[in-house]
């Protein structure tokens, strides 16, 4: 199955004088399979600790890696991408509605 994540949304505010200070993201993932086309989605507000005035890096200059490592980290810990690939499995267990040919009229 593939994960993904579809969503990574930084708010910011201004913080003890630090400008545009990433207070929480929005995370998402998806897990599809691929085979089915089914998928799952978990998705939550993450906040963030107030940054350390001496280490902190302005908006503009955090990478991809930053937020990437938050993200996996916390849907990790949620354990989101076995809950999806559960919610999955469930599904395709499931008994489908199928026609018959001979019904198409």
Same mark, same amino acid.
Do not use: H
């Given at each position: *199955?593939?994960?993904?994540?579809?969503? =990574? #949304?930084?708010?910011?505010?201004?913080?003890?004088? *630090?400008?545009?200070?990433? =207070?929480?993201?929005?995370? &998402?993932?998806?897990?599809?399979?691929?085979?089915?086309?089914?998928?799952? /989605?978990?998705?939550?507000?993450?906040?963030?600790?107030?940054?350390?005035?001496?280490?902190?890096?302005?908006?503009?200059?955090?990478?991809?890696?930053?937020? *990437?490592? =938050? %993200?996996?980290?916390?849907?990790?810990?949620? &354990?989101?991408? #076995?809950?999806?690939?559960?919610?999955?499995?469930?599904?395709? %267990?499931?008994?489908?509605?199928?026609?018959? %040919?001979?019904? /198409?009229?």
């Amino acid at each position: *199955m593939k994960q993904t994540f579809s969503r =990574i #949304e930084p708010k910011v505010a201004d913080v003890g004088g *630090m400008k545009d200070v990433v =207070i929480s993201l929005t995370i &998402g993932l998806s897990v599809t399979d691929e085979k089915s086309g089914l998928s799952a /989605n978990r998705d939550a507000v993450v906040p963030l600790p107030d940054p350390d005035p001496d280490g902190f890096t302005p908006f503009e200059q955090l990478g991809e890696d930053w937020a *990437m490592e =938050i %993200a996996e980290r916390e849907a990790q810990a949620r &354990g989101w991408a #076995e809950e999806c690939k559960a919610e999955i499995l469930t599904r395709l %267990a499931k008994p489908k509605a199928k026609a018959f %040919a001979w019904a /198409n009229g």
